[in-house]
């Protein structure tokens, strides 16, 4: 289901974007031997990418591009993409365990906006619950 969710396209765009900035700025901040904290750093990109996108396709293909990236430029040097066994099988797996966190939240609160919509606009047409009985209360007491 997808309410309001962006393009693919654009979603995978600026996700890959997000993913250049966020392996450079954790490249710069981190030591090269703290892999948890530049597994972190990607991972929050990555969810923010499925929650702020709403695209499950996009959010999970970022998440590929952010494990190329971790792997070739934060694990390894000069984008050299090797298998480290066990570890990158972790590392992709919370990379897209986290793309599919960031959509889910994305979607439950999409999912809980469109409720109070429509639930604001049976108010809105068919009247007040409250008002309308306070109405016919007044119009059958004999006070009047």
């Given amino acids: 289901m997808r309410l309001h969710a962006a393009p693919t396209g ?6 890959s974007a997000a993913v250049v900035a966020t392996a450079l700025s954790a490249a710069a901040l981190t030591a090269p031997s703290d892999l948890v904290a530049r597994l972190v750093a990607m991972a929050l990109c990555v ?3 499925g929650a702020f996108g709403g695209d ?4 999970l293909a970022t998440a590929g591009i952010a494990w ?5 430029f934060l694990v390894n040097r000069l984008g050299v993409l090797t ?4 570890a990158d099988i972790v590392r992709l ?3 897209a365990g986290m793309a599919l966190a960031g959509w889910l939240g994305a979607l439950s609160y999409r999912l809980a906006r469109h409720r109070r919509d429509v639930v604001r606009m049976r108010v809105w047409l068919y009247g007040d619950g409250f008002a309308s009985s306070v109405r016919a209360h007044k119009e059958a007491s004999p006070s009047g």
């Fill in 93 to 95: 797996g919370v990379l």
């Fill in 56 to 59: 499950l396709l996009a959010a």
């Fill in 83 to 86: 298998w480290h066994g066990a």
């Fill in 10 to 15: 654009l979603t995978l765009a600026a996700g």
């Fill in 47 to 49: 969810a923010a990418v």
């Fill in 68 to 72: 190329s990236v971790l792997d070739g």
